[in-house]
């Protein structure tokens, strides 16, 4: 297993226009997660799956913001109607439900809207 | 509202010297810090952590230090060496059944040849 997997790594995009990106995590994992990174600041927790149930979501994720996980595997997060404050990296990362375990990151598609 | 402040956005320390990097909280409800490091363009990678029921945890050159009563938390890394030059974030988690972390804002730490 090669650790957590974006795609795409860099996505540049007009404002107003959708985008998807996809996150595998790695295999046994149950648990994922998306945050969101800009500028000077820590990752911001968007939202988390355990298998295929969405179980939390931040304040932060807006209506244009969805995220699915068919089947419990890989997940998708959509932007619809993309707006300049959207620019930002986007960090997935996966854990197993164990207590006292560490989240394993992604390397993140930074996303531009111009 | 900030819950996990790392006040100090940049640190530089000569190489084998040990650098502190320092990390208060706010939220009494957290019982699980973790360290994470970072470099350019890649997402952060897992360094260390600590759970709240222990005040010290030690990984090679790495050792993380909890005072629960001070809320503050320190990562030790000694010696320091060059490919430890990245930013570090501290993350908090406060209960087992909602694994959301909550970071800091990183410090930039340069270690010095």
């Known amino acids: 297993d090669t650790g957590v997997s974006q795609n795409p790594r860099h996505k540049i995009t007009k404002r107003g226009q959708n985008v998807t990106f996809r996150c595998d995590p790695i295999s046994e994992h149950n648990r994922l997660y998306w945050y969101r990174q800009t500028l000077g600041q820590g990752p911001e927790f968007l939202t988390y799956f355990q298998n295929e149930a969405q179980l939390e979501k931040s304040r932060l994720l807006s209506d244009r913001f969805s995220a699915e996980r068919p089947k419990g595997s890989f997940s998708t997060l959509e932007i619809q109607r993309t707006e300049q404050g959207d620019s930002a990296m986007y960090l997935c990362?996966?854990?197993?439900?164990?207590?006292?375990?560490?989240?394993?990151f992604g390397q993140g598609t930074r996303l531009t809207v111009v | 509202d900030q819950q996990v402040k790392q006040n100090s956005p940049s640190l530089s320390v000569q190489e084998g010297r040990i650098s502190i990097l320092n990390c208060d909280y706010t939220?009494?409800?957290?019982?699980?810090f973790l360290w994470y490091k970072k470099y350019p363009a890649e997402g952060p990678t897992f360094l260390i952590s600590i759970s709240s029921i222990k005040d010290k945890n030690e990984d090679g050159r790495f050792t993380v230090f909890l005072n629960k009563s001070a809320k503050h938390l320190s990562l030790h890394i000694v010696p320091s060496q060059p490919g430890d030059s990245a930013v570090y974030f501290c993350?908090?988690?406060?209960?087992?059944?909602?694994?959301?972390?909550?970071f800091g804002t990183g410090t930039r730490l340069t270690i010095i040849p």
């Open positions: 993350a908090a988690r406060n209960d087992f059944g909602n694994e959301k972390l909550t």
């Open positions: 939220n009494s409800m957290f019982d699980y």
């Open positions: 990362a996966s854990s197993l439900h164990l207590r006292d375990t560490e989240a394993f």
